[in-house]
T-cell receptor
Framework: GAVVSQHPSRVICKSGTSVKIECRSLDFQATTMFWYRQFPKQSLMLMATSNEGSKATYEQGVEKDKFLINHASLTLSTLTVTSAHPEDSSFYIC??????????????FGAGSRLTVL | EDKVVQSPLSLVVHEGDTVTLNCSYEVTNFRSLLWYKQEKKAPTFLFMLTSSGIEKKSGRLSSILDKKELSSILNITATQTGDSAIYLC??????FGAGTRLTVKP
């Protein structure tokens, strides 16, 4: 079945540093990937839509200069949290569009990355 | 603005009980409604619903879409402790509801 690999699963960094999270579709090509943020006991909040070969589309309120997204190939999207601060600590999840049926898309999720900024 | 609302937000039941989770939506261009189960990490896919009135089943879980009422329900019968999770409803693949946290006690 379709698998999305997300790495790293956990990362701890110092305030002011940048952290890169990778999202790979292992056995399918994904022209579109999504990045979410999830706070404890809350639902997924869509941050941005990552499109292969073009600029990401950010949701309202998400700083594009802080959360850099690159989708350089059909199997890889990266999220870089730049100049991380403690308030950026969160669970970040990516997903990739796996199937398209009658225009409906099913997502396959990565396992998530827990970022802790000290 | 697209909206997905789930209820209840939290539910505690005992093993063997049957539960019904609700999802209502307001979206401009509806194509599908999806249910996911999230345990400790990322959500896993349960059902995709595109047609009204057709029940999808997988073991003890079932779901149905009502396009007239702009809603869907997810039923779990004979609940087990392993069903404890957050159940997420999504419309258009990216608009998620707040989720229902289900706790099944032994």
């Amino acid at each position: 079945g379709a698998v999305v690999s997300q790495h790293p699963s956990r990362v701890i960094c110092k305030s002011g540093t940048s952290v890169k999270i990778e999202c790979r579709s292992l056995d399918f090509q994904a022209t579109t990937m999504f990045w979410y943020r999830q706070f404890p006991k809350q639902s997924l909040m869509l941050m941005a839509t990552s499109n292969e070969g073009s600029k990401a589309t950010y949701e309202q309120g998400v700083e594009k200069d802080k959360f850099l997204i690159n989708h350089a190939s059909l199997t890889l999207s990266t999220l870089t949290v730049t100049s991380a601060h403690p308030e950026d600590s969160s669970f970040y999840i990516c997903s990739a569009v796996r199937d398209s049926y009658s225009g409906a898309n099913v997502l396959t999720f990565g396992a998530g990355s827990r970022l802790t900024v000290l | 603005e697209d909206k997905v609302v789930q209820s209840p937000l939290s539910l505690v039941v005992h093993e063997g009980d049957t539960v019904t989770l609700n999802c209502s939506y307001e979206v401009t261009n509806f194509r599908s409604l999806l249910w996911y189960k999230q345990e400790k990490k990322a959500p896993t896919f349960l059902f995709m619903l595109t047609s009204s009135g057709i029940e999808k089943k997988s073991g003890r879980l079932s779901s149905i879409l009502d396009k007239k009422e702009l809603s869907s329900i997810l039923n779990i019968t004979a609940t087990q402790t392993g069903d404890s999770a957050i159940y997420l409803c999504a419309v258009g693949a990216v608009r998620f509801g707040a989720g229902t946290r289900l706790t099944v006690k032994p």
